[in-house]
């Protein structure tokens, strides 16, 4: 895999190429690659995630002084979730890059999307341990704080289950209930689908990596079957 086609796409220049590569290596690759030298993302992943929270916050906090607490940390809630953090890894084209199992490679649905967000956290990971702190802001402020007007504008500020509940109580008088329908996998990788009910109706059924992922994908997909 040539790295540095991506380094000319994020316009940065790694000192140590290795860790850019070992921020692509998803832990299914590294199954199949018994012999590879790498190690997977997650623990750049782990420190990726602080550094782009952080950064956020500060533009935040910065540019919306008239915002209370609450809607900042709606905001900053939107800036840095999955949909968000996939969006912004599908437009610098991570895609090429991915180092995945087979199986892995041909999902292209929702897990893929999750892939995509932790892999953005990584990057952003090791731009930080790589070239310091106010080259990962810096990152974050050319490719994700510009999001935020969008943000705005179409109120996705508000999670898909606050804005499910809004709908729902103002047009129906109801307030939606959610209800775990399968877990499936081992602990360390379990995932579930939850359904979201209106009453007795069953709106929309999500998937995801915790309970809650799967309430906000069951949301969002209940606002478009209900043109909401």
């Known amino acids: 895999m040539d790295f540095s086609k ?12 290795n860790i850019l590569e070992q921020a692509f290596t998803h832990r299914s690759y590294l199954n199949e690659q018994k012999d590879s030298k790498l190690e997977h ?34 905001y900053r809630a939107a800036l840095v979730n999955s949909t968000t953090c996939a969006k912004v890894a599908g437009d610098l084209n991570f895609n090429d890059f991915l180092l995945l199992s087979k199986g892995e490679s041909r999902d292209t649905g929702r897990a893929r999307q999750y892939i995509l967000a932790n892999t953005l956290e990584a990057v952003i990971g090791a731009i930080y341990l790589d070239k310091g702190y106010p080259e990962a802001e810096a990152f974050v402020l050319k490719n994700v704080t510009p999001l935020i007007q969008e943000i705005i504008q179409n109120r996705s500020w508000l999670d898909a289950k606050s804005r499910f509940q809004e709908k729902a109580q103002e047009i129906l008088n109801i307030t939606p209930s959610y209800k775990v329908l399968k877990e499936v996998g081992p602990d360390h990788d379990k995932r579930f689908t939850s359904g979201v009910f209106l009453n007795d109706e069953l709106a929309a059924k999500g998937d995801g990596e915790s309970k809650q992922d799967a309430e906000q994908v069951a949301a969002e997909k209940a606002l478009k079957e209900k043109n909401w």
């Open 6 to 17: 991506f380094e000319k796409i994020i316009g940065v220049e790694f000192n140590n190429r």
């Open 41 to 74: 993302n997650e623990r750049l992943e782990f420190l990726g995630d602080a550094v782009l929270e952080l950064a956020v916050t500060k533009f935040l906090y910065e540019n919306f002084p008239d915002k209370n607490e609450g809607d900042l940390t709606s």
